[in-house]
């Protein structure tokens, strides 16, 4: 069964916990734009973080999405 469909920008992925995204998931279907993943991808080419390494940036937004998509 396909629920509501939750269409989501990179903020609002970093905004959420783990467990926030596992309950969501529960009630919507995430919608990963093509957008997202090049913002995600563009974090990993960028000079400087704002905190955090790279890679360490891409590898807990690609956990929450992976949580997301179960």
Request: charged letters at 25%.
């Amino acid at each position: 069964m396909i629920g509501p469909l939750l269409i989501f920008d990179k903020s609002f992925l970093q905004m959420l916990n783990p467990e926030e995204v596992s309950e969501l998931s529960l009630h919507f279907k995430f919608v990963g734009t093509p957008t997202l993943i090049g913002e995600i991808i563009a974090d990993l080419k960028s000079e400087a973080p704002k905190r955090g390494l790279r890679s360490d940036v891409v590898q807990a937004l690609s956990r929450k999405m992976q949580k997301a998509h179960g």
